[in-house]
């Protein structure tokens, strides 16, 4: 079996695992375990839907600007399509910087950006036969777009800079989405991400020993350096990063969407 194709069976398994009760099913007939309605439906074929079904949500968020949401999500969405993932990267910014920079014709084709403002269950229940993964972008800003996101993803992928006003902003972020996990069966999952690292600075080191200290959040092992390449990547008709901007790319889809996420 091929690494990536490993990586995906994984995936999916993982998935199947820790969300059967979720995602997967949301919207359908048999969506029991969430609404807590009786199933319609023995649970052999309960667990085939999730088994054949299964998406992952993903919300890229901060409520800080410019840190590296739109750029992440991007280059994650062609990551998992270069594993042979259907993603839909789903614009919730009203700038749609994702959605105007698809409409260049940059994307892979394998990829469908779409402005979505309001991700409900509803529209994930249409969308789980379509796609494998959905990428939320989110906007740097505290509304609807944010808090439903944070209600039906499966985990929050947080790009945070090394700097102190960004660490500060961070604290509130973390209060609105312990709101939203009110509206859900389970928290979110966390995850950080130390983007435009560098790792040779103090800052970079420090904020991720800061970050450890916020319960029920987890920050992910790889950062993403400080490298113009990642900007001119999405910047032209969309051409492979070169390995060593690709490799932290790697690892963190594979931290995200891993077993232990
Ligand atoms: N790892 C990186 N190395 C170098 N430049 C980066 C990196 N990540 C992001 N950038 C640059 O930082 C700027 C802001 O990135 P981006 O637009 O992705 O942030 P954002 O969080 O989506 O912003 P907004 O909050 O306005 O939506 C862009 O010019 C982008 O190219
Ligand atoms: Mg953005």
Redesign the pocket.
Known sequence: MSQAIRRRYFTTVSLMASNASRTHVRGSDSVSPFFHRPCAFPLYVHLYACYSRAMSVIAVM?LK???????LAILLAHELAGRGGRVLLADS?P?A?AHAWSTWGLTKDTIVVQPTKKITRKLLAELKTKFDTVIIDC??ALGDQCILAAVVADAALI?VLPGALDFAATTVMLETLSAADTERQTPLKKLFVV??ADSRSAMSNALVKQLKGFEGCKVAKTT?????G??KAIAGKWRSLSRDLQIPIESLADELLGEDA
């Open positions: 901060n600007g410019g840190v590296g949401k739109t750029t910014d700038q910087s906007p740097p790009p983007n435009r993403i350096p400080q490298r113009a990642y900007t």
